[in-house]
């Protein structure tokens, strides 16, 4: 097992900057997500970590051991890293058996006879599918053939397994079990993980970290609840599951909390943030699970306002509904339809993220 340091990593291509001074860190034993969209970058972290790409500027060590430093004109090939790598596109020998794919690779390596067969029936063991050993791939579902890639991964020990959406190819229930057992089975081998995807549910329930990167660049570095809870930008807060974004007036900073004006004569009440804001324009988010739904009669309360639900809909265990508040269309969450469409929603200043609109954004 070893850790992974990542310092300053960049990657041009002609003009064009695909990695901009990424840097993090790896502990041995964790189990880390790189999470972004589509061409943020993600994969090619992950193919400057397996050596299959050269980064332009950077280093990158593991366990101690430089694997790329471009000062020192060091870049370890591939062969030699010691790493798990599983992409996307796996692909097990068709010829070969489930107990003959594992062979192959420890063969590649040099290991042969009982020390083999020994390996082979543990990582098989490990992965629960000790029972299919003498089986072809075209014999096996996608969810198992899945499994014995990861056991082929798996069965020389590496120190650091690298795995690039190894799940996307499985259908969403499968992948669902697939994710709890690899959970499971990365806690109970302690291999240090990096994980790339795009997929925020996964990334929350996988992660003891998630790196959140956008256009070549890490954004947020955190665990699953600073990431999801304290996003650091709309972006996060919106790319780690649905937030409504209203673009808003800081009109007034106090002791403890803060008034923002969203237009239409409306005020909200937020607590102070953390991070240091002034008047001005900002960008107010908050979750759509955290709008609550409260009792019409009386007065409405600070932050409550009486809206109109435009429309709804069922998503098996809950119902999302739109609605207006001033000039913008917010979604909000519940368990169960509202009697009417004329509803009082509160915005508690607990969910409520302030951020500071940026130019150019
Ligand atoms: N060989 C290349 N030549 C030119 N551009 C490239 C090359 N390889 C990658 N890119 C660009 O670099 C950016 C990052 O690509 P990368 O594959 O790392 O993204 P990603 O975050 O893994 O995306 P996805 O989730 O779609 O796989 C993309 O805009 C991509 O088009």
């Not at 809870?229 to 780690?240: E, I, L, M, Q, Y």
Request: proline share 5%; hydrophobic share 40%; charged share 25%.
């Amino acid at each position: 097992m070893a850790d992974v340091v990542v310092e300053a990593l960049g990657r041009r291509i002609g003009v064009l900057e695909i990695l901009r001074d990424v840097t993090f860190r790896v502990g041995e034993g964790e189990f880390v997500t790189l999470l972004g969209p589509s061409g943020c970058g993600k994969s090619t972290t992950l193919n400057a970590l397996a050596g299959l790409d050269r980064p332009t500027s950077g280093r990158i060590t593991m366990g101690g051991r430089v694997l790329y430093d471009d000062a020192a004109n060091i870049f370890v090939d591939a062969r030699f890293r010691d790493l798990g790598l599983m992409f996307q596109s796996y692909a097990l020998w068709p010829h070969m058996t489930v107990a003959q794919n594992l062979d192959f690779t420890l063969e590649i390596r040099k290991i042969r006879g009982e020390e083999a067969r020994r390996r082979i029936a543990e990582t098989l063991a490990l992965v629960d599918m000790d029972t299919y050993a003498g089986r072809y791939p075209g014999e096996l579902s996608g969810g198992q053939q899945q499994r014995v890639a990861l056991a082929r991964t798996l069965v020389y020990q590496p120190r650091v397994l690298l795995l690039d959406e190894p799940l996307s190819n499985l259908d969403a229930k499968l992948r669902d079990k697939a994710r709890e057992w690899l959970r499971d089975l990365q806690q109970r081998t302690g291999v240090t993980t990096i994980y790339v995807t795009h997929d925020q549910t996964e990334a929350l329930s996988l992660s003891d970290r998630i790196i959140v990167m956008e256009k070549g660049r890490i954004v947020q570095d955190g665990t699953p609840d600073d990431v999801y809870d304290r996003p650091v930008n709309p972006f996060v807060a919106d790319f780690v599951g649905a937030s409504n974004l209203l673009p808003a007036e800081l009109t007034a900073i106090g002791a403890s909390d803060m008034r923002i004006s969203v237009g239409a004569g409306l005020a909200i009440t937020a607590a102070r943030a953390a991070r240091r804001l002034v008047p001005g324009p900002v960008t107010l988010s908050i979750r759509p699970e955290r709008v609550e739904f409260c009792a019409t009669e009386g007065q409405a309360g600070p932050n409550e306002f009486d809206v109109d639900i435009a429309s709804s809909s069922y998503q098996g265990a809950r119902f999302v509904h739109a609605f207006k508040l001033g000039p913008h269309l917010l979604r909000a969450e519940s368990a169960s339809r509202p009697a009417t469409k004329a509803v009082r929603v509160r915005l508690p200043e607990a969910a409520l993220q302030v951020f500071q609109a940026e130019v150019g954004r």
